[in-house]
């Protein structure tokens, strides 16, 4: 059976995107390995082994086109409502609080907020399936 283990984004600013991550999901470095046109920032905490694996192409200056294919990363938090005021107070502009509802019963309550790059993170209350 396959084990889901990391996703990775291509990022322009390594210190940049490790500490977005850090202020806004507390993840932190677990790896970082380098090569010669390239290196590999390893991000996790301890709430999973899924990493977040950053890119960093050595010399880009431009920021990358992330095209016009909608996806986005997931995070869930036990109170969406209060992560959501913690990160507008890092000023790191979340979207507006969602509720999703189906059948008449909660589906999912959760924003949207950007990293440095433009990548989009769902950040989820625990609940139903999003535990």
């Not at 999973?48 to 960093?56: C, D, I, M, Q, S």
């Not at 059948?103 to 949207?112: N, P, S």
Request: proline share 2%; aromatic share 12%; no cysteine.
């Amino acid at each position: 059976m396959a084990k889901m283990i990391h996703s990775m984004i291509r990022v322009l600013d390594e210190a940049r995107s490790v500490d977005f991550y850090s202020k806004a999901f507390g993840l932190s470095v677990a790896d970082r390995v380098d090569f010669e046109t390239f290196t590999l920032i390893y991000l996790s905490n301890a709430e999973t082994g899924f990493e977040l694996e950053l890119t960093v192409n050595k010399g880009r200056t431009a920021p990358y086109e992330l095209g016009n294919a909608y996806g986005h990363l997931a995070v869930s938090v036990e109170e969406v409502s209060v992560e959501r005021k913690r990160l507008s107070k890092l000023g790191l502009h979340p979207g507006e609080l969602v509720e999703l509802n189906r059948d008449g019963k909660l589906f999912g309550l959760f924003f949207f907020i950007s990293d440095p790059d433009g990548y989009k993170i769902e950040v989820l209350q625990r609940h139903g399936r999003f535990l």
